[in-house]
């Protein structure tokens, strides 16, 4: 009785003893492994383990001289966007908003341009000359200077910060902070989107607001909130390249701004029917 039971337990301690002596030589076999291919290759992993021995620079299928395939974010392009470039009959005004720029993915030289003609003669203008760099795959910080000129009053200079990209549910975003002269503060929000009533057909939302920290007199600016700019614009795109449109905006001033613009006889509020072309190439 006693050999009948010893049997199968003298089996099972067999059993776990071979299980656990296979188990000790895999982990053996698995760390040499590791060991071998870290001594070998970086983090043990062969970067080129299946290309028979091919690389960008050695190889019958190498290039000569320097390496000539890079990828995409290597290379340097160039783009120049006409935002708005629009008309307003009733008063007279033609309104420009372009922005190029140069450089590649994570390093670009950037330049807007934007400003106000009226009656065929410049009135203002504000130019942004600017470095940008890549934040992440939505949004790039840019820093530089900011030069504004004034038919009637005085330019200034600024330094200026900010971010520009394009934010969750797709909305355009631009946020520059702006340091000038004698502690001068000054702060810009743009904001639009983008709604496609067909492939072609697309009503583009926007808002700008800025604000000052300080009263400027001279050139009818007043500390706080300054002004504020909302429109809806219609436009048509023959292609992505070139899109006429129509739009309506009204413009505001608030606070010692406003309070300026009454004391020079100027209103205050404005309603703008305009028509323009929007391009980029």
Known sequence: MKRILMKPLTNLVLAVSAF??????????????????????????????????????EGPYALPGPRQLKLADEHRFWSLLGNRLEY??????????????????????????????????????????????ALNAYFDTQLGVRLDQYDEGTGREWLAFGIQGLAPYWFELDLTAYLGEGGRTALSLEAEY???????????????????????????????????????????????????YVGIEWNGTFGATADQARANGDATKDTRYVAGIRFWF
Do not use: C
């Open 20 to 57: 656990q002596a296979s188990t000790a030589l895999a982990q053996m076999d698995h760390s040499a492994m590791q060991m071998e291919a870290s001594a070998t290759t970086v983090d043990g992993r062969d970067p080129h383990a299946y290309s028979d021995g091919y690389t960008l620079t």
């Open 88 to 133: 307003d009959a009733d008063n007279d005004v033609t309104t420009f908003d372009l922005q190029g720029w140069y450089g590649t993915t994570y390093d670009r030289l950037v330049i807007k341009l934007e400003g106000d003609a009226v009656d065929g003669r410049l009135a203002e203008s504000q130019t942004d000359l600017l470095w940008g760099h």
């Open 194 to 244: 983008e709604l496609l009533l067909t492939q072609r057909l697309i009503l583009q939302p926007r808002a700008e607001l800025t604000a000052y920290g300080k009263d400027d007199a001279v050139n009818g600016l007043g500390s706080g909130l300054s002004d504020v700019a909302l429109g809806l614009r219609l436009r048509y795109e023959f292609s992505r390249q070139f899109a006429p």
